[in-house]
C-alpha cells in the first residue's frame, strides 16, 4: 500500500494563508451544520501532567460547507467554497504532542502528524507534517472570526504572545482587515523586540509594546495567543467594540481571560460540546457561576450560516477557540490534492 508523504515544507508550498481561511469557513460550516462525524479530541497527560498528547479524527461527509454565506449586518460577506471539488468526502486523523519544555531545546512546543485516509476504503493515503496546518489553520479560523464578528472599521490590533501563532495571526488577519497598526507583548523584552524587529513584510506597522495593557488599551482586534495557564488580559484595557481571540489556554483548568471579560463579552466557540469541556475561560467561569453554558452565543460556523454575531458596534464580541480535527482534516485534504497536482511530494509504500 503506497501513500504520499508531504513534510512541512511540502505543504507549505502548496497551500497559502489565503486557501486556509476560506477552507476555515467551509469546515467550520461544515461541523455545525452536522456534516462531520468529530468526537471531542481524547487527551493523555504525560511528564507529569506538563505536557500532552491528544488524538484528532474526523469525518467529512460529501458535498458540505459550500456556496455563498451572508454575513451578519455590518460583516463582509464570506465567500465559503475554496475546494475545487467539494463532493469529495475527507476522512483522517491529527496527532498532535504539546511540550512547553521543548522551547528550551531547541524544538516546537506543538508538534502534530496528520494521516488522511481513503473514505471509501479507509486505506491510508497520506502522511502529512501537521506542525504548519495546526499553526496556520488556527490563525485562519480566527480571521473568519474576526471577519464575521469584528467591526468592519477595525484597524488596530494588539497580540500578546510572540510565538508561531502570533505571526500567523498577524498575517491572517492582515489578510480580512486594512490593518494600520499592531502592537506586541510577552513578558519576554527581548522576544517582543525581536517580534516587533522581524516583521518588516506584514500587513501594517508593528511595535514593541512595554505592558500588556499598553497593548490592549484601544485595540479593535485582541489576539491572546500564549502558553500562559492564568490570566493575561483584565476586562478593563478592553475597550467597547473589540473583538477578542483566545486560541490559548486549551485544558480545562487554564483560562488566559479575566473570567469578568468573558461574562461581558458576547462568546462564541468553534464548538459547543468541546468548549463545555475542555475551555477552562468557558469551564471555570461555569463553576463559579458567573454565567451558564447558554452564555455561549453561538459557534462560529453557525454564525457563518447566517446566526446572529455582533448586535450593536459596542457589543465585545469572543472567540474562543480550541481548534478542531476537522480543521486539520479538511486542511490536509486540500494540501493533498495539491500536492498531487503540482507533483509534490514523496511516494513511499507500507
Known amino acids: 500500500m503506497s501513500f504520499l508523504l508531504l513534510n512541512e515544507s511540502d505543504v507549505k508550498a502548496v ?33 507529569g501532567g506538563d505536557a500532552f498528547f491528544a488524538t484528532m ?28 471539488n467539494p463532493s469529495r468526502a475527507a476522512l ?3 496527532l498532535v504532542t504539546v511540550f512547553g519544555g521543548n522551547t528550551a531545546k531547541g524544538l516546537p512546543s506543538h508538534l502534530a502528524s496528520i494521516l488522511l485516509m481513503d473514505p471509501e476504503t479507509g486505506a491510508l493515503v497520506a502522511l502529512l507534517d ?35 501563532q502570533a505571526r500567523s495571526h498577524l498575517d491572517a488577519l492582515g489578510r480580512v482587515h486594512r490593518l494600520r497598526q499592531a502592537t506586541v507583548w510577552s513578558p519576554n523584552k527581548e522576544r517582543r523586540d525581536r517580534f516587533a524587529a522581524e516583521t518588516s513584510g506584514a500587513p501594517c506597522s508593528v511595535k514593541a509594546a512595554e ?28 475597550k467597547p467594540g473589540a473583538h477578542v481571540m483566545a486560541v490559548g489556554a486549551c485544558r480545562p483548568n487554564q483560562r488566559e481571560m479575566d473570567p469578568a471579560l468573558t461574562a461581558r463579552g458576547r462568546l462564541f466557540v468553534d464548538s459547543r460540546e468541546a468548549a463545555l469541556i475542555e475551555a477552562g475561560d468557558v469551564v471555570m467561569g461555569i463553576a463559579e457561576r458567573r454565567f451558564g453554558p447558554d452564555h455561549i452565543v ?25 481548534g478542531m480535527a476537522v480543521e486539520d482534516v479538511t486542511a490536509a485534504a486540500l494540501a493533498y490534492r495539491r500536492a498531487i497536482e503540482r507533483g509534490v511530494g514523496q511516494r513511499l509504500t507500507l
Open 130 to 164: 501537521g506542525r504548519y496546518i495546526t499553526e496556520a489553520r488556527t490563525a485562519a479560523a480566527s480571521a473568519v472570526s474576526s471577519r464575521l464578528l469584528a467591526r468592519t472599521t477595525a484597524s488596530s490590533l494588539a497580540i500578546i504572545g510572540t510565538g508561531v
Open 211 to 238: 505592558h500588556a495593557g499598553e497593548a490592549v488599551v484601544g485595540a479593535d482586534l485582541i489576539v491572546l495567543a500564549t502558553s500562559s495557564p492564568t490570566l493575561v488580559i483584565d476586562n478593563g484595557w478592553v
Open 298 to 322: 453561538a459557534e462560529i460556523g453557525e454564525v457563518a450560516s447566517g446566526a446572529p454575531g455582533r448586535r450593536s458596534e459596542n457589543d465585545v464580541t469572543i472567540y474562543k477557540s480550541l
Open 57 to 84: 479524527p474526523a469525518f467529512v461527509r460529501v458535498g458540505v460547507g459550500s456556496g455563498l454565506q451572508k454575513a451578519p449586518p455590518g460583516a463582509q460577506d464570506v465567500q465559503t467554497a475554496p475546494d475545487p
Open 92 to 94: 483522517g486523523a491529527k
Open 15 to 47: 497551500l497559502t494563508m489565503d486557501d486556509l481561511i476560506e477552507t476555515m469557513t467551509s469546515a467550520l460550516i461544515a461541523f455545525s451544520s452536522g456534516g462531520v462525524d468529530q468526537p471531542v479530541r481524547s487527551i493523555i497527560s504525560v511528564a
